[in-house]
């Protein structure tokens, strides 16, 4: 079987896109993806683990409009005529779209050569862009419209599979951003001082400057971030000026150091703020990254990662403000047993269910009720 599978981003720092790709080729399918990169800095073609990977750079014009969202409605046109000089070369079988920025393209191939069509919706994404664009009304009937197409939906939680239930789509399937068991026995940190981490895209509704004002004035505590987004200027300043010079902005982190970067904490930050629809309902991938290492997790209460947190007792959750967020750490920082005991569920967690190994079988049951001969 010859899977293409589309993507808007680059494909260096997407996980999950890899971990699926990964697994697929593992078990002998031959896969190549389609991946927008706006900014032209990663080669054209690359192979990686057995992944064939193709680069679409944008056009002239398209480096001339303001913001991506406009962008992405001419790459459309532009990742069509990319993907068809594929199909040229290659018999592909299957479409698997990422997110529904990527499904306009799927839904055109699949109309043109009848393959298969996978939607793998990692976001709701009308909700994630709900503030970012006055019309993102247009997303939900673009979703509506697009859909029919679809012979089967991958997605990250409950909450999305609830959502395409009420459009009307019944061949739903959860394949969740868990990761790899590293080890089966529970290993605390070995800090001197108490730190916590953060890794992940560097946005103002992730708690990330809040978190720093507060951490960079208490003792004994640490707090490292990595990542890339908006506030690296930010991080970079408070990290220089901080009196307790106890905050670090590590960068970028590549995806093979991010568990090892997670094992050398003591918690984990997780706090997303509740009134954006896209963090009430989604699973943050370093949720499961804090499960496989042990970690204990900081997270907000009373949306779909808070509740996760809380069911299984590996961390605190707390209301979207500093003065929670102060008590949450101090906590943690003077109870060890209390870290340990949160630590050992989220790894217990792991082991029995949140793993990707588990979720590899669903992906692969997939693609075999996909009946492809």
Known sequence: MKILMILTNPFTHDSRVYKEAKSLVNKGYNLTILAWDKTKKNPKNEKKDGINIVRSYNSKFMDLLPYSIFQLHWWWKKG???????FEKNKFNVVHCHDLSSLPIGAK?????????VYDAHELWAFMVKFEVPWWYYYINLEKKLIKYVDQIITVAEP????????GYKKVSLVRNCKDIQKKKYYPPSNKIFTIVYIGN????????????????????????GGYGQLEDLLINYANKAPYKNIEFMGKI?????????????AVLCVFDPS???????????IFE??????????????????????????????????????????????KKLREKFGKNALKAAITKFNWKNQEKQLLRVYKELNIK
């Open 80 to 86: 069509y005529k990319d993907a068809l000089k594929l």
């Open 109 to 117: 191939l699949k109309k043109k050569f009848n393959c298969k069509l």
């Open 160 to 167: 999305h599979k609830e959502w395409f239930y009420k459009m």
């Open 202 to 225: 560097l946005k103002n509704i992730r708690f990330i400057k809040e978190a720093v004002e507060v951490c960079q004035e208490i003792k004994n505590i640490n707090l490292k971030i």
């Open 276 to 286: 954006r629809p896209n963090n009430r309902v989604g699973p943050p991938n370093k």
């Open 290 to 335: 804090a499960m496989v290492c042990g970690r204990p997790v900081i997270a907000t209460k009373g949306i779909y990662s808070g509740n996760l947190v809380e069911k299984i007792n590996m961390g605190i959750t707390i209301n979207y403000n500093k003065k929670d967020f102060r008590e949450a750490i101090t906590l943690l920082r003077d109870n």
């Open 254 to 266: 590549p995806i093979e150091n991010v568990i090892n970067k997670t094992y050398a904490s003591d």
